[in-house]
């Protein structure tokens, strides 16, 4: 995974993220901001793709573990 950099590891599974995902959370914030102006807008649309992600990465190990 050339494009991805390691963030951790759980029970001997590596989690990778992808170099884009911080242009996708810059994407999110900026574009929830842009809406009205407000940064808890901002906050919200950040926290929804931070949690979506911790989703993601506990199903896949739910999966990697089962």
Known sequence: MRSSFKIGTVAGIGVY???T??????WVGLSN???RERWEDAASGLFFVGAL????VL???GHALG
């Open 59 to 61: 199903h896949e190990l």
């Open 33 to 35: 901001y842009l809406a």
């Open 17 to 19: 993220l992808h170099a």
């Open 53 to 56: 992600f911790a989703i993601v």
């Open 21 to 26: 995902f911080p242009i996708l959370l810059l």
